[in-house]
């Protein structure tokens, strides 16, 4: 009987079951995936060709595969990601396509995920800062999308590290991470930005909503997600358990939306201060003669604060009232300040986020428990907490020691 002779190739070492070198002195390797579908890889050399078998096997070993992920460009892989995250919020969902379609879709997300090196996510990272001129902070935002996207396609088999791992903490680490200061207002740029409100006919309406927010540091949609239901007023006590807002969806959608809070911690009560219990009860009073809210959201009605239609505020509504405040107030001052030849006392542009923080602010000021400070604000992190308490504390210390001179070394 004949035996089986060995295949060789022209250079007389025998080849592998799989393995042909055909016409052209090329290799090739023929093998059948998990799936039962036929591929083939090719080398110049034997050598060459063995290593990628090798690195083919330890692939299937690790139960990756190949083959599909050469074939998976980073837009796919995002896509099923977000198409997954069913316990987004819907506003969320819609930031995430925004960023999605803006800064990976054109350009990063054409790559295949298998291509994608840690040193292509710096690059990319990088340029989305030095060409496009986005803050480090979107970038940060951006990498919270790509980061767990990738660590997908681990556990889907696709790759074996995450090339987004560490890039964030480098570029943190670099000059073009510019951490941007909270911003809030002093003592008194608070009283004078208060009285402004008080003193003038035109804005006075808005003072419950401006008092509330600057006494309680509610975020502006759990502000106005309030109902007159989430308010005890006889252990005076505010439930903040919903938000509201009307930022797209993932289709680009806008609507007035009733959501969750921004965390669990988010879902908290909140004390009444004396100030904001009267604010309450003006708006009470207001409405009583107005007409209260009539809008229905999501289920959700009789709604705290109320528009003269009768339908619920939107967060840009009482952040244009700031500003429209405040630059009558500047220009108001600015002309009294030269008649009395001193200098103007300036208020900065801020928003409803700001007097969030300034509630803050004054609370890291007047109080060292940060758990306490941590559940009135709805910190989900405490680090967050302790970061404004040592603002807060730092500016405190120097006008301590600035109170002090003269009067320590005599």
């Known amino acids: 009987m004949r035996k089986n002779m060995a295949r060789k190739d022209s250079k007389g070492y025998n080849l592998r079951t799989g393995e042909c070198q055909r016409k052209d002195g090329k290799y090739s390797y023929a093998f059948t995936d998990r799936f039962g579908k036929r591929h ?16 083919l096997q330890r692939d299937y070993e690790d139960g990756l595969d190949p083959y599909k992920a050469k074939t998976i460009e980073v837009n796919h892989m995002v896509e099923s990601y977000l198409s997954q995250k069913h316990d987004l919020k819907t506003s969320t969902k819609g930031s995430y396509r925004f960023m999605f379609k803006q800064y990976i879709h054109d350009n990063f997300g054409k790559s295949k995920v298998i291509n994608v090196k840690y040193s ?28 767990p996207a990738f660590q997908m396609a681990i556990r889907d088999g696709l790759i074996r590290t995450n090339p987004t791992d560490g890039v964030m903490a480098e570029i943190k680490r670099s000059k073009f991470w510019i951490k941007g200061k909270r911003q809030a207002l002093t003592v008194k740029q608070q ?98 003669i107005l007409g209260f809210c009539e809008e229905e959201v999501d289920g959700y009605s009789g709604f705290v604060f109320s528009t003269a239609k009768h339908t619920v505020y939107l967060a840009e509504a009482v952040n244009n009232a700031i500003h429209r405040a405040i630059d009558e107030y500047n220009k108001r001052e600015k002309i009294a300040a030269a008649k009395e030849d001193r200098d103007p006392f300036i208020l900065p542009q801020l928003s409803a986020h700001v007097l969030r923080h300034t509630f803050c602010t004054r609370l890291c000021e007047n109080e060292s428990n940060l758990k306490v400070i941590q559940s009135i604000m709805g910190h989900a992190d405490i680090t967050t907490t302790m970061d404004i308490y040592a603002e807060a504390t730092k500016e405190k210390k120097q006008e301590v020691m600035r109170n002090l001179d003269g009067k320590i070394i005599i």
């Open 191 to 288: 009283q004078v930005f208060l009285d402004f409100f008080k003193d003038n006919r035109e804005y006075e309406g808005w003072l419950p909503i401006i008092t509330v927010l600057l006494g309680t540091g509610m975020r502006i949609g759990e502000c106005l997600g309030l109902t007159w239901d989430d308010l005890d007023f006889e252990n005076r006590i505010i439930s903040v358990n919903h938000t509201i807002s009307d930022r797209p969806d993932e289709k680009g959608v806008c609507r007035k939306r009733i959501q969750s809070t921004k965390s669990n911690a988010g879902t908290r009560t909140i004390p009444m201060i004396e100030e904001v219990y009267q604010a309450f009860l003006t708006e009470y009073e207001y409405q009583k």
């Open 40 to 55: 083939f890889i090719y080398s110049k050399t034997l050598v060459e060709l063995r290593e990628r078998e090798r690195a």
């Open 120 to 147: 292509d996510v710096k690059r990319f990272y990088y340029s989305l800062m030095m060409d496009k001129g986005i803050s480090a902070a979107t970038v940060d935002h951006v990498h919270t999308l790509l980061h």
